[in-house]
């Protein structure tokens, strides 16, 4: 599975010039804790996190923004992604193509992908860990039309 299949593409996004207040506000009400900052040619520049917003002082966001970017394109593997997460100890990485972002896949978009599972409603039989629908249920055979697609419901 690669980072395109899972990433969020209707990406928040402010330019160089927003005040940091701007920026506070977009991320409290868009409910998200880090946004890409990018220039007037819509190219990235940086990402604004809640840590920035609130360790950093400036009027801007180029002046609070973390220049240091890690990205992936759209054809990474998601276990690459995972890993960068990890190691980098980051909660999101810019999705990139030819230069612009497309996208942006975040820890809780690998935790709902973990979620996420198909159920043969033939024998029950529970497939997990793909956006694409099973071609046949490995327990029953039954074809790709008996599968739902289900996000596991809390308490389990």
Do not use: F, W, Y
């Given at each position: 599975m690669k980072a395109g299949d899972i990433m969020t593409t209707n990406v928040v996004s402010v330019r160089e010039n927003h005040s940091v207040e701007d920026v506070a506000r977009l991320m409290a009400r868009?409910?998200?804790?880090?946004?890409?900052?990018?220039n007037d040619q819509g190219a990235l520049i940086g990402v604004i996190t809640e840590f920035d917003l609130?360790?950093?002082t400036g009027h801007?966001?180029?002046?609070?923004?973390?220049?240091?970017i890690v990205s992936v394109s759209a054809d990474t593997e998601i276990e690459e992604v995972?890993?960068?997460?990890?190691?980098?100890?980051?909660?999101?990485?810019?999705?990139?193509?030819e230069g612009k972002v497309v996208g942006i896949l975040s820890r809780s978009d690998l935790i709902?992908?973990?979620?996420?599972r198909w159920v043969?409603?033939?024998?029950?039989?529970?497939?997990?860990?793909?956006?694409?629908?099973?071609?046949?249920?490995?327990?029953?055979?039954?074809?790709a039309d008996t599968f739902t697609h289900e996000v596991e419901p809390p308490g389990m």
């Open positions: 868009h409910r998200i804790s880090g946004i890409p900052v990018l609130i360790s950093k801007t966001a180029t002046d609070v923004m973390s220049r240091s995972s890993h960068l997460l990890a190691s980098q100890h980051i909660r999101r990485v810019p999705v990139m193509r709902r992908q973990i979620a996420m043969c409603h033939v024998c029950g039989e529970i497939v997990r860990g793909s956006h694409e629908v099973p071609e046949r249920c490995p327990r029953c055979g039954a074809g």
